[in-house]
């Protein structure tokens, strides 16, 4: 028997039509949110040795924005409410950190690829073999995500003045954003 999307729910679980555009407003308003943090970063870092791994995540985040923009089109999905506040933060995050330093931006990517990596495993475990599409894609990105975070610790991510009180903000920061695209 097929795993079908939301027939386990609980009683105020979203039923399956909510779940889909849950998770594809959530995905597309956090690879629009780390896309614009990558640019923050890029706009100080552009001309230092972390400019092409900078550069390299970023076009993965683009390809992963652009798909996400295409099933919002294909399901009727609406954006979330808050993607002016995404494209401040966004960028100003990815700016305040790189002009840290060059290890305190790859600390912020570490802190919010870590929770991306665990978002996008939750969400693939939540999605039937009615939905094995989008679940593959997001299994995809999870990879491509997770592969981010792993180039930043190369990076020096570690060595950033104060790396486990940024990392701890960053992901918290993460964390409420996911939450709040949840629900507007």
């Known amino acids: ?101 060059k290890e305190a931006a790859m600390a912020c990517t570490v802190a919010v690829e870590d929770v991306i990596g665990e978002h996008y495993r939750e969400q693939a475990e939540q999605l039937g073999d009615d939905e094995k599409d989008l679940r593959e894609t997001i299994s995809i990105f999870r990879e491509d995500e997770l592969h981010h975070r792993d180039v930043s610790l190369a990076h020096g991510a570690r060595e950033a003045p104060g790396y486990e009180a940024l990392s701890a903000a960053v992901r918290t920061g993460t964390r409420v954003a996911i939450w709040l695209a949840k629900r507007f």
Do not use: C
């Not at 390299?56 to 683009?62: G, P, W």
């Open 1 to 101: 028997m097929s795993k079908i999307t939301a027939e386990n729910r609980l009683p105020g679980d979203p039923d399956r039509a909510a779940l889909i555009d849950q998770i594809i407003r959530v995905d597309q308003a956090g690879e629009y949110g780390a896309k614009r943090i990558y640019e923050g970063q890029l706009a100080v870092l552009g001309n230092t040795d972390a400019a092409p791994a900078l550069k390299e995540m970023l076009a993965q985040e683009e390809e992963h924005l652009k798909r996400f923009n295409e099933l919002m089109a294909e399901r009727g999905t609406r954006p979330t409410a808050l993607q002016p506040l995404w494209h401040v933060a966004g960028y100003a995050i990815g700016a305040a950190t790189a002009l840290l330093s």
